[in-house]
């Protein structure tokens, strides 16, 4: 295949791929920051509104019915909880937690208390297990939505400039998104954190290093 039949090939299935992706947009007329759905319906947030949008997953189509939550002002995410039927929706300095049967909400989580400061970013969810991305500090915050009780913290302060995203596996792991390794400040990376409490992969590479590194000490004085 020569370079100009390859060229016209990827042209031609970029095209296709485009109007497939365009028959099913819907323009909602805002900034959309967060998509979930539960059955056959879908829940949207948007930038800078207190108004979560419903919308029939088959259709595309907006409901006549929308949910408000009084003193929501920048929703960040949103994601379901199919157990107990209740959207969390991440602002910048709290979660909000909405039922999807009776529109009732409240404000389960505060992150900027006087014993701890962090700033949501995006929230993903397992079972009950509620996993909170922090860009600042990056950190990952895991809570039960039961009781709110944390269940795990991870700090990658020391190894990320930035925590883009993260998700847990069935695992039981951590999938995470990142810029800035430690490798190269200005890098984009996945990275996979290990099920081992408090610590995670970054961190175990360094103190292998370390191990590593004091084992050549301990041989090179042997030669010695």
């Known amino acids: 295949m020569n370079s100009h039949i390859l060229y016209a090939y990827r042209y031609s299935l970029t095209v296709i791929m485009l109007h497939i992706a ?43 019915v929308v949910i408000n939550v009084t003193g929501m002002e920048r929703p960040w995410d949103i994601v379901v909880c199919r157990h107990d039927h209740q959207l969390y929706v991440a602002e ?27 700033h949501v970013n995006t929230l993903s969810l397992t079972s009950r297990r509620l996993l909170v991305t922090s860009w600042q500090p990056p950190t990952l915050r895991q809570y039960n939505t039961v009781d709110s009780q944390l269940l795990s913290h991870i700090d990658l302060s020391q190894y990320v400039l930035e925590l883009l995203h993260a998700v847990e596996t069935t695992r039981q792991t951590f999938v995470v998104g990142y810029f800035g390794t430690s490798q190269y400040e200005g890098q984009w990376a996945v990275s996979e954190l290990l099920p081992v409490t408090a610590v995670n992969a970054f961190r175990l590479l360094q103190v292998m290093k370390y191990i590593w590194h004091t084992i050549d000490i301990e041989w090179c004085k042997t030669d010695i």
Do not use: A, Q
């Open 92 to 118: 910048p300095d709290c979660i909000w937690r909405v039922s999807v049967d009776d529109h009732s909400y409240i404000k389960w989580l505060v992150t900027m208390s006087s014993t701890d400061r962090f």
């Open 22 to 64: 365009m028959y099913v947009l819907y323009v909602v007329g805002c900034e959309v920051r967060g998509v979930t759905y539960l059955d056959n319906i879908m829940y949207v947030v948007c930038g800078w509104s207190s108004t979560i949008r419903l919308y029939n997953t088959d259709t595309l189509s907006p409901l006549d």
